[in-house]
């Protein structure tokens, strides 16, 4: 069973005034098969933990260690990272001008599986996979995120998730922006990978809604730069009730 393991982890970006610390000891750890909702309000550092896992070069480690099945994730690429099992679904998806969605998973599965998959099977995976999350056949000829609704980006990320098979899939917020419709579509995704028991899961979300779809494990507060608190799904019922207040420095939430 593969384990991702955060051990006070610090992190820092470059700010107007010198180095800035977002991450102020964060201690996390997330079984293959374990589903974890990271829930916190904006600006606590969430995005900044799911980029620092996946090897942005924009957010400096000042300590700590990530570890992903006694490998130091800090110390690989980030293409090693992908092919070690790491996935991140981003909060904001980049566009790919001149790649269409086709290639692009073609080659990112050639990449994280080290052989390219047989034609037939993947042709059939890809439209199978296109089917359940209600995507249209002429999506694959698109560009990657060029001219995407904020609908069909979260989409394209549950593609790759279901498609590049990662043992820790970090998802960053795959439930912003979307209407009830496609939130239900993009969670079945999600359930569909989680079902395979093969995945563990980390469920970064500002709001509860998601979570009436995706049920976790575990969930953690976040706030300021750390995990402030950790529950079974009851804390969400919590959070949902009475909002990050409590939490957060000065009592205001969003
Ligand atoms: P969240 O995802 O919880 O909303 P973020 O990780 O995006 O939080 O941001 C946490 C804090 O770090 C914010 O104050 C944000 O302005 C700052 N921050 C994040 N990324 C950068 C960056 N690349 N450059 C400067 N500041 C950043
Ligand atoms: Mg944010
Ligand atoms: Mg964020």
Same mark, same amino acid.
């Given at each position: 069973m593969a384990t991702l393991e955060i051990r006070d982890l610090h992190v820092s970006v470059e700010g107007e005034n010198g180095p800035k610390e977002i991450l102020k000891g964060v201690d996390l750890t997330v079984k293959q098969g374990e589903t974890h909702a990271i829930m916190g309000p904006n600006g606590s550092g969430k995005s900044t933990l799911a980029y620092s896992i996946a090897g942005h070069p924009k957010y400096t480690i000042t300590?700590?260690?990530?570890?992903?099945?006694?490998?130091?994730v800090l110390e690989m690429e980030v293409d090693e990272r992908a092919r070690a099992g790491l996935f991140l679904a981003m909060q904001y998806p980049v566009e790919v001008p001149g790649v @269409?969605?086709?290639?692009?998973?073609? @080659?990112? *599965?050639? *990449?994280?599986?080290?052989?390219?998959?047989?034609?037939?099977?993947?042709?059939?995976?890809?439209?199978? !996979?296109?089917?359940a999350l209600k995507m249209d056949p002429s999506f694959a000829e698109r560009n990657v995120n060029e001219g995407f609704s904020g609908g069909e +980006?979260?989409?394209?990320?549950?593609?790759?998730?279901?498609?590049? +098979?990662? +043992?820790? *899939?970090?998802?960053?917020e795959t439930d912003s922006g979307l209407d009830v419709d496609a939130l239900r579509t993009v969670s079945e995704g999600v359930n569909r990978v989680r079902e395979s028991g093969q995945v563990g899961t980390l469920l970064i979300t500002h709001y509860t809604r998601i979570l009436r779809y995706i049920k976790p494990d575990h969930v953690h507060v976040f706030a300021d730069g750390r995990i402030a608190e950790?529950?079974?799904?009851?804390? *969400?019922? +919590?959070?949902?009730?009475?909002?990050?207040? !409590?939490?957060?420095?000065?009592? @205001?939430?969003?």
């Open positions: 300590g700590g260690t990530v570890i992903l099945d006694g490998e130091d @269409t969605v086709s290639n692009f998973l073609r @080659t990112s *599965a050639t *990449a994280i599986r080290g052989e390219a998959p047989k034609l037939r099977t993947w042709v059939k995976e890809v439209k199978e !996979a296109m089917e +980006k979260k989409r394209h990320e549950i593609l790759q998730l279901e498609l590049l +098979k990662p +043992k820790i *899939a970090i998802l960053d950790s529950g079974g799904p009851e804390l *969400a019922d +919590k959070l949902e009730e009475e909002g990050y207040a !409590a939490y957060v420095k000065g009592g @205001t939430s969003e």
